[in-house]
T-cell receptor, first 114, second 114 residues
Framework: DAGVIQSPRHEVTEMGQEVTLRCKPI?????LFWYRQTMMRGLELLIY????????DSGMPEDRFSAKMPNASFSTLKIQPSEPRDSAVYFC????????????FGPGTRLTVL | AQSVTQPDIHITVSEGASLELRCNYS??????LFWYVQSPGQGLQLLLK??????LVQGIKGFEAEFKRSQSSFNLRKPSVHWSDAAEYFC????????????FGKGTTLSVSS
């Protein structure tokens, strides 16, 4: 199994630009999670989907952030416009529904906003 | 409220010494518990998980954890630490409801001294 795939692995952009992060979950998994990790805040859950439907987006910091899951094998996290404080590592994770099933994480996208 | 507490932000252990990382949880339903490890620049990797049954669970890399319901704890242990174990460790709790996210602790950073 290929695991959770994220792209790009690194992104450097300038303030005000639009940034799109991509995630392909593990095949057969029906829940997908987006996290942000920084030194100051640690690991934060931004939003998660179940069967392609957003379940909880209370962790999305501002309206500049949006996420979509158009089908079971693809999700995007978009930041528009980006700001320097958005610099972080963004992780995607997926799992299949069931008691005690673990979430499996992708390698992350390191975003730097100048 | 559902939460996970990792009381130790940073721990330093000598190589070859034993290790115990603490994790306490608060969860309203039957908890499913997990430990993840994150090496520098990497994503989170599942170390082990507890669903039910034997309260002592074995994981990868020689780690084990013990579930103690009376203490609401799920401490991670390793009898002899190797320098390569230096990383950040996250404890997480979840339930069996479909479409729910794991709740993560803030992590414990492990340093290994020679």
């Amino acid at each position: 199994d290929a695991g959770v795939i994220q792209s790009p692995r690194h992104e450097v952009t300038e303030m005000g630009q639009e940034v799109t992060l991509r995630c392909k979950p593990i095949s057969g998994h029906n829940s997908l999670f987006w996290y942000r990790q920084t030194m100051m805040r640690g690991l934060e859950l931004l939003i998660y989907f179940n069967n392609n439907v957003p379940i909880d987006d209370s962790g999305m910091p501002e309206d500049r952030f949006s996420a979509k899951m158009p089908n079971a094998s693809f999700s995007t996290l978009k930041i528009q416009p980006s700001e320097p404080r958005d610099s972080a590592v963004y992780f995607c994770a997926s799992r299949v529904d069931g008691g005690g099933v673990a979430q499996y994480f992708g390698p992350g996208t390191r975003l730097t906003v100048l | 409220a559902q939460s996970v507490t990792q009381p130790d932000i940073h721990i330093t252990v000598s190589e070859g010494a034993s290790l115990e990382l603490r994790c306490n949880y608060s969860y309203g339903a039957t908890p499913y518990l997990f430990w993840y490890v994150q090496s520098p620049g990497q994503g989170l990797q599942l170390l082990l998980k507890y669903f039910s049954g034997d309260t002592l669970v074995q994981g990868i890399k020689g780690f084990e954890a013990e579930f103690k319901r009376s203490q609401s704890s799920f401490n991670l242990r390793k009898p002899s630490v190797h320098w390569s174990d230096a990383a950040e460790y996250f404890c997480a709790v979840g339930g069996n409801q479909a479409g729910t996210a794991l709740i993560f602790g803030k992590g414990t950073t492990l340093s290994v001294s020679s």
